[in-house]
């Protein structure tokens, strides 16, 4: 496709329920990221995929957080037993760059609501 | 790891004025700043970056400054339009390191 696309837009769900956030990077682009940007408040970096190597998890805020990519491309990020305060936005962005060197390409987000 | 702070967090200027946003950053190994702008319910793109290697990029209306000795790097906006307004994030990274974003600047053109 011609850029990054998340799904779904939007997603309103009741604590405790497990949520699955799909990013689908910009063909070719071998590196993906995933941030959360909570309202008002800026980038929180998440997770980082690229290529085949293992992902940095480093920024997963819990265990409830997980997230894998199938072949290299598609992403899915999964939250477990949801808490109100993972209610937030969910940015995917991809890059044709090394790690740190270049630009990231975003998709439009996945707005989750715990309620 | 590195920490990127932003300010101001609101900023508001007269249509014409100018505009700055300054971040400074603690790691003295980043090399790459970029600055996103993220409209209303958009998502965030890349308006202009910078690598250590320079001082200062323009590009039209818009300019980054660099100042690697006192690790602090400034967007400047001139003559601002309302379609200026938005969020503008800085970034700060070093090659095969977290991108660390500023907590971003919401700038107010008022016509």
């Known amino acids: 496709g011609a850029g990054v696309s998340q799904s779904p837009s939007n997603k309103v769900t009741e604590k405790g329920k497990d949520v699955e956030l799909r990013c689908d990077p910009i063909?070719?682009?071998?590196?993906l990221y995933w941030y959360r940007q909570s309202l008002g408040q800026g980038l929180e970096f998440l997770i980082y995929f690229q290529g085949n190597s293992a992902p940095d998890k480093s920024g997963l805020p819990s265990d409830r957080f997980s997230a894998e990519r199938t072949g290299g491309s598609v992403s899915t990020l999964t939250i477990q037993r949801t808490q109100q305060e993972d209610s937030a936005v969910y940015l995917c962005?991809?890059?044709?760059?090394?790690?740190?060197?270049?630009?990231?390409?975003f998709g439009e987000g996945s707005r989750l609501t715990v309620l | 790891g590195e920490n990127v702070e932003q300010h101001p967090s609101t900023l508001s200027v007269q249509e014409g004025d100018s505009a700055v946003i300054k971040c400074t950053y603690s790691?003295?190994?980043?090399?790459?700043f970029p600055w996103y702008k993220q409209e209303l319910g958009k998502r965030p793109q890349l308006i202009i970056d910078?690598?250590?290697?320079?001082g200062e990029k323009k590009d039209q209306r818009i300019a980054v400054t660099l100042n690697k000795t006192a690790k602090h790097f400034s967007l400047h906006i001139t003559e601002t339009q309302p379609e200026d307004s938005a969020v503008y994030f800085c970034?700060?990274?070093?090659?095969?390191?977290?991108?660390?974003f500023g907590a971003g600047t919401r700038l107010t053109v008022k016509p």
């Open positions: 063909s070719g682009h071998t590196a």
């Open positions: 790691d003295s190994a980043s090399n790459y």
């Open positions: 962005a991809s890059s044709l760059a090394n790690r740190g060197t270049g630009e990231l390409f």
């Open positions: 910078i690598r250590s290697n320079v």
């Open positions: 970034a700060a990274s070093a090659h095969n390191n977290d991108m660390r």
